[in-house]
């Protein structure tokens, strides 16, 4: 949504769709938020 056809970085949106953008998927985030990832000394991501 930020870049255009050619690379730039264009804002093409209009602020009404981004703002129910981020309403839709502040969900996601909100729930990726409450894991717990537990390391146990190896490498659990790279």
Do not use: A, H, M, P
């Not at 870049?3 to 309403?23: A, F």
Request: glycine residues 4%.
């Amino acid at each position: 949504r930020r870049y255009d056809k050619n690379g730039n970085l264009v804002e093409w949106w209009k602020q009404e769709s981004i703002d129910k953008y981020n309403n839709q998927t502040k969900c996601f985030v909100d729930q990726f938020n409450k894991f717990t990832i537990f390391n146990d000394g190896k490498t659990v991501v790279k």
